[in-house]
C-alpha cells in the first residue's frame, strides 16, 4: 500500500501528534507498506524507510518553532515572504490557528498533487490533526481516500483556555484562535476520523458534531524497546515528575504546583518539570514563587530520549494532573517504566490506568485530592513498587504500536473497499 501522512508540525517534542507520527509510519513501513510524510516545521524525526518531504511554510509559529532551521535555510530569498499569500501566511498565523491549519493544507494540497505527477498516485492519505480545506480537496479534487487522526478535539482546549482569560479581550482572542468550525466541516466530509481513545470519540463526536459510526478507535502504544523498566537504577525518594507541556492549560500544571503547595509544611520532596527552561516557561515559574516553592522545584528542558527513560526509572511518582487527555502518553510511558502514576478521571485515563492497582485516578482541577494521592504514594515506596510492577506489565500487554498499526490496516482496508464499491457502482 502507498501511503501519504500529513502533518502540520510533527516533531517529537511538539506533542502527542508527533509522538504518534514517528511511531505509525515507522511500523507502516516495518510491516512492508510504501510510506511518505508531507510536514512543515519543525520538521519531524522519522525512522528508516519513510520517505519524507519537508513544506517551507511561512507561519510564524513554524518560524518560531523551528527558528534555526530558519536561520541556516538559505535556499529561499527573504524577499519570498512579501509574496501575497506568504505574508498573508505569516500574519494571519500569528493571531490563528485555523490560518496555521487552512494555509499549510492547501500547500500540502499541492504538494501531493506534484508527488502524484512524478511518482504515480497515492492509495490513501492520513491526515495527522489538519483537517484544513486543502485536507479536504485532496478528496473531493483528487478522488484520494482520506482519513484523519484527531488526538482530542480542540473545541475542548478551546473551551479550558476561555475559562482561564482574564477579561473579554482575552476571551475574544481564543475564539478567534481555535478552528473548530473548519476542522468539523472537512471531518464530516472525509472517509473516516480516527481516535486514539473511547472517551476521545464520544468527546470528538459532541464537541464537533460528528457522527459517532464516522469514527473509529485505533488505541496507542508505547514503544518498549525504549520505554521500559532500567535493572540497577534506584528511585529517588520523593521526586515528583511531570512531563508535558505545562502551558498548556488542559495539562493542569496549576492544579500541581497548588497541590504541592498543600504539600510543603508536611514533607520533603522534589518536584520536577520536564518541560522547557525556566525563561521559557510563562505559567508554572509564577506560580512556584507564589506558593514559596522555589527550593522544591527543579526545570528540565529537553532530554534524549535515553536521558527521559532514566527521569522516568528515577522518579518515585509521575503526575499527569490533566484536565483532558485524548490518550496520555507521558503516563502510559511512564507506566511502561515501572514508575507509580497519579492521574485524573478526565479523559481516556481510565481505559488504561486501574485505579489502586495501576495508578491512582482522582477528580481534575482538584489540588486537594492530588496533593492527597501524592502523599500517599511518596509516604509508601512499597506500595509504589508494587503498583509500578503492575503498570508496566499491564502496558507491555495491551498497549503497543505494532497493535495499533495492525488495527489503522484493517480501518484502511474498510476505507478502501468502501471506495471501490462507490467507483463500482457509478
Known amino acids: 500500500m502507498k501511503l501519504c501522512f500529513i502533518m502540520y508540525q510533527g516533531n517529537m517534542y511538539s506533542g502527542g501528534q508527533g509522538v504518534y507520527l514517528h511511531y505509525m509510519t515507522r511500523e507502516l513501513v516495518r510491516a512492508g507498506h510504501e510510506v511518505h510524510v508531507i510536514s512543515g516545521r519543525p520538521y519531524p524525526r522519522l525512522a528508516e524507510g519513510v520517505i519524507h518531504h519537508r513544506l517551507h511554510t511561512y507561519s510564524f509559529w513554524a518560524f518560531l518553532n523551528g527558528r534555526d532551521e530558519h536561520a541556516y535555510d538559505h535556499s529561499h530569498n527573504p524577499a519570498e515572504f512579501f509574496h501575497p499569500w506568504n505574508f498573508y501566511e505569516f500574519a494571519s498565523t500569528r493571531a490563528s490557528l485555523a490560518s496555521l491549519f487552512f494555509t499549510f493544507s492547501v500547500r500540502a494540497y499541492q504538494k501531493l498533487a506534484e508527488l502524484e505527477a512524478e511518482t504515480g498516485p497515492f492509495d490513501l492519505v492520513h491526515d495527522n490533526q489538519t483537517l484544513g480545506y486543502g485536507i479536504l480537496a485532496m478528496k473531493r479534487l483528487m478522488g484520494k481516500p482520506v482519513v484523519a487522526s484527531l488526538h482530542h478535539p480542540l473545541a475542548i482546549d478551546k473551551l479550558n483556555n476561555i475559562r482561564e482569560a482574564k477579561n473579554i479581550v482575552?476571551?475574544?482572542?481564543?475564539?478567534i484562535w481555535f478552528p473548530w468550525r473548519?476542522?468539523?466541516?472537512?471531518a464530516n466530509r472525509i472517509d473516516m476520523i480516527l481516535t486514539g481513545s473511547r472517551n476521545s470519540a464520544r468527546s470528538v463526536s459532541s464537541s464537533m458534531d460528528i457522527p459517532l459510526e464516522h469514527i473509529r478507535q485505533t488505541p496507542y502504544g508505547v514503544d518498549h524497546e525504549v520505554m521500559r523498566p532500567i535493572p540497577g537504577v534506584k528511585r529517588?525518594?520523593?521526586?515528583?515528575l511531570f512531563v508535558g507541556d505545562s502551558e498548556d492549560r488542559n495539562k493542569g500544571a496549576r492544579f500541581l504546583i497548588e497541590a504541592c503547595a498543600r504539600l510543603q509544611h508536611e514533607m520533603d520532596f522534589r518536584l520536577l518539570f520536564k518541560d522547557k527552561k525556566e525563561q521559557d516557561m510563562k505559567v508554572v515559574p509564577p506560580l512556584v514563587w507564589k506558593y514559596g516553592l522555589k527550593r522544591f522545584v527543579e526545570y528540565i528542558p529537553r532530554l534524549s530520549v535515553d536521558e527521559l527513560l532514566r527521569l522516568y526509572n528515577s522518579?518515585?511518582?509521575v503526575v499527569s494532573p490533566s484536565l483532558y487527555e485524548g490518550f496520555g502518553l507521558p503516563a502510559a510511558e511512564a507506566m511502561a517504566c515501572g514508575t507509580a502514576v497519579v492521574a485524573t478521571t478526565a479523559g481516556a485515563f481510565p481505559e488504561f490506568i486501574e485505579d489502586g492497582r495501576t495508578g491512582i485516578l482522582v477528580p481534575p482541577g482538584d489540588p486537594d485530592a492530588l496533593a492527597a494521592a501524592i502523599k500517599s504514594l511518596l509516604s509508601d515506596p512499597a506500595r509504589c513498587e508494587r503498583m509500578g510492577a503492575a503498570a508496566s506489565e499491564h502496558i507491555r500487554t495491551n498497549f503497543t504500536w505494532q497493535r495499533t498499526a495492525k488495527v489503522t490496516l484493517e480501518l484502511?482496508?474498510?476505507v478502501l473497499d468502501r471506495a471501490r464499491s462507490s467507483a463500482a457502482m457509478r
Not at 482575552?170 to 475564539?175: A, F, L, N
Not at 473548519?182 to 472537512?186: A, I, N, T
Open 170 to 175: 482575552g476571551r475574544i482572542q481564543k475564539e
Open 182 to 186: 473548519m476542522q468539523s466541516y472537512v
Open 236 to 240: 529517588e525518594p520523593g521526586t515528583i
Open 315 to 317: 522518579a518515585q511518582v
Open 412 to 414: 484502511y482496508d474498510e
